[in-house]
C-alpha cells in the first residue's frame, strides 16, 4: 500500500513537471555570429586573438515564465594568431560542432526581454590546421593529431529578445567561453577561450 502510494506521488509530479513544461513557451531558431579566439597555456605563451565565426541553431524549452533550458548544435570556429621573431604571421585555426546545453533566465517583458544563460559546452573536433605566412609566402600543416578531438568547456552569456510578429523573435547576445579540458597531448596545456557575439530568430512551437 505504501508503495502504490509513492508511485502514485512520483506519477503525479511527473505529469505535473510535463504539463508545466508543454503550458510554457517553446521555440525553436538559428543563430549565427563571430568569435574572438583566443587560448590559454601553461606555461603562459603570449597569443593573440583569432576572429571565427558560428553558426547553428536551438531549442528553446520553458519550464516557467522565467527558467528555459536550451539545448543547441552549430558549426565554430577556434584558434590563435601570433607574430614569430621573423615577422611571420603564424595561425592555428580549429573548428569544432559544440554542443551546448544552456538554463536561460530572462526578465519576463512583452516586447523586450533581457536575458541570461549559462552552462555546459562538449565540442568535437573537425580539423586543426597551422598557417605560418613569411611575407606572402603561405605554409599549412595539418595538427589534427596533436590535439583531443574533445573539448569541454562553460559558457556565460547575456542578450536581448525582440518580439517581432507573433511567436517570432529577434535576439542579439554576447558571452564569454572558455575551455576546462586540455586540449594538447603534449606537455603544454592548452585550453580554448573566446568572446563571442551572436543573432539570430526564434519562433515560437
Known sequence: MRFTKV???????????VTNIYSQSTGMGIEGGINLANISTTPIFNTNSKTGFTIGGFADIGVSKVVSIKPGAKFILKGFTFQNQFGGNYTESYSYIEIPLMIKAKIPLNQVKPYFEAGPT??????????????????????????STIDVG??????????VAPDIDLFTGFGYGFGLSNISKGSTSVKNN????????????
Not at 508511485?7 to 513537471?17: A, C, G, H, K
Open 154 to 163: 562553460l559558457y556565460f552569456g547575456s542578450g536581448v529578445e525582440f518580439r
Open 7 to 17: 508511485v502514485s506521488v512520483l506519477v503525479m509530479t511527473i505529469m505535473s513537471f
Open 122 to 147: 562538449v565540442s568535437i573536433q573537425l580539423s586543426a590546421n597551422g598557417e605560418i605566412n613569411n611575407n606572402g609566402q603561405v605554409q599549412t600543416q595539418d595538427f589534427s593529431s596533436l590535439y
Open 194 to 205: 573566446g568572446f563571442q557575439m551572436n543573432t539570430g530568430v526564434k519562433f515560437g512551437l
